[in-house]
């Protein structure tokens, strides 16, 4: 069995699944049992203010997107921070905390954008012994309308503020919990970075409408009869979330800046994507609110048996390995061509690839009477609609060897090639049209 | 009650009552609503869906199976009712393995198919329990129709005809409708009066008048040439009336299956319906296994089913065999019956051995008795009487691919005509057919 144990900016825990601040941390009952379970770390539901909790509605506060069968694909809250008084909250952290010295315990707070309000928090904090503080500049909902949340995390200028003053406040590592409801997530990034933040942590939820009420013409969750924009979350935001963390760990500006990765991590291989493209942990919410705090265990065994099968001792072998493959689209290679190739044997016939492809796509698969199904490689541009399409994963992409003829275009497979370069690039110096006059 | 399984001779009250109502309880009860949406989403919507094809009323099943999906149910009853009017009775009794579900690509890819029937069975009784007839009548012409019978064939003709603005009269020998719906299918495929139920949903179309005991060809009532001299068209679906002969000594101490079932179909009380202590079945299609089931069901002691050729060549699909030896009915093959002897306390069947060869089934000399309190036999249902000039072709009537016969103005369609299967399914589709036959014949005249 690999070892799984994680560094994460100076914060240990025996591995790199920390369960995201949510409903799963909100108290201590939850986090003994995570930790029972196997969780090797937790970021606290987000903490206010001392004084009178904030409330939650008493309504539903959670809408959702289902796949097939049921199967949860997204959720969408609009819950807001803890509704429970500050100092049982931290009482509870620190009894915890002592209980479990080895796991990770990192505080989220969330507290008015004024120095004064971050300086009397941050002690109280220290002394529960917790590893460390996660800055929620993340929900979309509700606390945005306070100046709090989201409003913090769309302006840059304020992210940096804030962390600079909780890093002048407190030793405890810093991390900037980011929002995704932004048009360039590498701004709110640097910014942390500017402020001294320790490492970012992204995405928290995506502002959004799960469904409407096509009886009562309302959104979901509706309560008594108005709905308002949550926040998305679960296996549907997982492509979101995992290119803006590529964003941040390529762009110069941020390059090797620790990354937390969150957003629909729920099988161990979620959690190595996250991680191959430069998340040095991952946090995890929807999944445990799906299938209940059991779920680490698979993640724990599938990383370790990956790591085993891959000869890798370290989790820090992931972490990154796949920034250097991520490039802008200019940079792709225009010579490399492949051809879909049906596997006879394991065709079921459904048609799914012809209709895909026939209706939508170039026209590239042929039927026969007896319904078997053909790419004509003198038509197949490689989309691989087929493939995403197909029930049975029973298509492949067949690479063209250089000097191969594609039959699509009558040309050889040539050497590496960009756009950068083409003739039908205007910008290009071998461009083969007419430049407007100057 | 004082009888029991093991009283000899033919007697009623075998059983409790519990027993016989657990005995006939619906065997493929309807889907639950969560049911119905996780066997919806196994469906791929295939292009060209091949389960589509092997449908012989080519239901869209990819289309109201995901109609069923996105929570629309009577849209999908709709889908189906529009192809299949008794997409309700076919739900329950086509042989789906043979059928649609045999053809699903889920076989090819898990060996299990997605449950068509079964949904298609959950969409037609969601729209039927709220009561609603989905289609309406076009204007109405100033034509009319004679169908003769009024089963599968007939009901689904006469309905099409109305929808398309004919005046229909429907006439049936029986004292109800429904033909084999009625008097045939296995009391547990359609339970608590399913099929009267479904044809009285029919006639909401409205333009059908459906007259009961009148008998084409019975003195008295009238023949295809009275109907033709009344009515611009005639549309004949009478089934198969007639049953094959054993031609045995002793056969006149046998009863036909149908027979029987149809007995049972109309009993209001098991309790009351006499079933021999052993039964033996002599055949091998759908019938015989019904009625060897349902003699089991009712209590007998044993019930053998003898067929005269090998187990795969029965005409019974594999689930029906499956069906009956899990309701515990023996099974002997490669047998057939040479004489029905009545002896001391009950009668004895003779069979003699069997083998195929070269130039087909051939007796044995080596032969068996098997003892019995009653004897059923389903050895295929024959076309009653028809006018001479009606041509014939392989004891069925003749007609062409839309239903046409040798008659001028004269159509037929299900069992009592040549083509398809004998089943519920292939007799709508071929009433159905007939009938845009007509209405385009009339409407051109
Ligand atoms: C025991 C049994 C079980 C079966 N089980 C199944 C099954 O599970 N699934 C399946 O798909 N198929 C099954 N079948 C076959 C199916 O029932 C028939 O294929 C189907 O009913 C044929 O429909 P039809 O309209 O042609 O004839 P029928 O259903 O036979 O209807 C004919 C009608 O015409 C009437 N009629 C007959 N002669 C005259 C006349 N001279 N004048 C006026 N009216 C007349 C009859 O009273 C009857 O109402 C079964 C058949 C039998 C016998
Ligand atoms: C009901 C609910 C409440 C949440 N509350 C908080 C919160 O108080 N603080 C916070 O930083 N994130 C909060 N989140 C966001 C999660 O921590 C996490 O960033 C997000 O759900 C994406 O991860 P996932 O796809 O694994 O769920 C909440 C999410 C949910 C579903
Ligand atoms: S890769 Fe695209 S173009 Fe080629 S066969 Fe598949 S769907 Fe058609
Ligand atoms: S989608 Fe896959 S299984 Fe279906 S026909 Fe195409 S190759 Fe075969
Ligand atoms: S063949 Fe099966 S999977 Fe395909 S459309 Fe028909 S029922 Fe659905």
Known sequence: ?438 | MTNSQLTPGVVPGRLSPQEYSANFVDVAPRLSAHEASVAADRCYFCHDAPCMTACPTSIDIPLFIRQIATGTPEAAAKTILGQNILGGMCARVCPTETLCEGDCVRMESEGKPVEIGALQRFATDTLMAAGRHPFTRAARTDKSVAVVGAGPAGLAAAHRLAMKGHEVTIYDARLKPGGLNEFGIASYKAPENFASAEVEWLLQIGGITVVQNWQVGRVGDGTVTDLLAEYDAVFLGMGLSGVNALNLPGEELATPATDFIAELRQSDDLATLPIGRKVVVIGGGMTAVDAAVQAKLLGAETSTIVYRRSQGEMPASEHEQDHALGCNVRLICNAAPVAIHAVEGGLEVEFARTETTGAGLRKLDDTFRLKADQVFTAIGQTLGATPEELKLAGGKIAVDGAGRTSLARVWAGGDCAVGGEDLTVTAVAEGRDAAEDIHQFLMGE
Not at chain 1, 54 to 65: A, C, K, L, M, Q
Not at chain 1, 349 to 355: D, E, I, M, Q
Not at chain 1, 387 to 410: F, H, N, S
Request: net charge negative; hydrophobic share 35%.
């Open chain 1, 1 to 438: 069995m690999a070892d799984l144990r994680s560094d994460f900016v100076g914060i240990k825990s025996p591995n790199p699944f920390w369960l995201a601040s949510a409903p799963p941390t909100d108290k201590e009952y939850n986090v003994r049992r995570a930790y029972e379970a196997g969780w090797g770390g937790v970021v606290w539901k987000t903490l206010g203010s001392e004084g009178p909790p904030v409330v939650n509605v008493s309504g539903p506060r959670y809408g959702v997107i289902y796949g097939a069968d049921r199967r949860v694909l997204g959720i969408n809250n609009i819950e807001l921070i803890t509704d429970r008084p500050l100092e049982v909250n931290l009482r509870e952290i620190k009894s915890v905390k002592r209980d479990y010295p080895d796991r990770a315990l990192v505080v989220s707070l969330m507290v008015p954008c004024d120095e004064a309000s971050w300086k009397a928090i941050l002690p109280l904090v220290e002394e529960t012994s917790a590893d460390g503080v996660e800055l929620n500049f993340g929900c979309p909902h509700g606390m945005a309308e306070r100046g709090m949340g989201s409003a913090v995390g769309q302006v840059p200028e304020y992210i940096e503020m804030v962390t600079r003053w909780v890093k002048q406040n407190t030793r405890m590592p810093c991390i900037v919990k980011l929002t995704p409801n932004i048009s360039d997530i590498r701004k709110p990034a640097e910014a942390a970075k500017r402020g001294g933040a320790d490492a970012v942590s992204l995405i928290n939820t995506i502002n959004s409408i799960t469904s409407v009420n096509l009886d009562e013409f309302a959104p979901e969750p509706m309560i008594d009869g108005m709905g308002t924009h949550g926040g998305y979350c679960g296996p549907a935001v997982k492509p979101i979330a995992l290119n803006m963390v590529a964003e941040i760990a390529r762009s110069e500006a941020t390059r090797g800046l620790p990354i937390s990765g969150i957003g629909g991590v729920t099988t161990w291989r979620d959690a190595a994507e996250f991680m191959a493209l430069g998340a040095g942990n991952v946090q995890v919410c929807t999944a445990a609110m799906t299938y209940g705090f059991k779920v680490v265990q698979e993640m724990i065994s599938g990383l370790s048996d990956y790591m085993d099968r891959k000869g890798m001792v370290s989790t820090s072998e992931i972490v990154g390995r796949a920034v250097p493959k991520v490039t802008d689209w200019q940079h792709l290679n225009l010579n490399y061509v492949t051809k879909a190739v049906i596997n006879q044997d394991d065709c079921i016939k459904c048609g799914r690839c012809f209709a895909a492809c026939e209706d939508t796509s170039h026209q590239a698969i042929a039927m026969d009477e007896d319904r078997t199904f053909t790419v004509k490689d003198e038509e197949c541009v490689a989309c691989n609609l087929c493939v995403d399409v197909c029930p049975v994963d029973c298509i492949t992409m067949r690479e063209l060897p250089k000097g191969e003829t594609d039959p699509r275009t009558g040309r050889a497979v040539g050497d590496y090639a960009n756009w950068t370069t083409h003739p039908n690039n205007p910008s290009s110096a071998n461009f083969c049209g007419v430049r407007p006059a100057e």
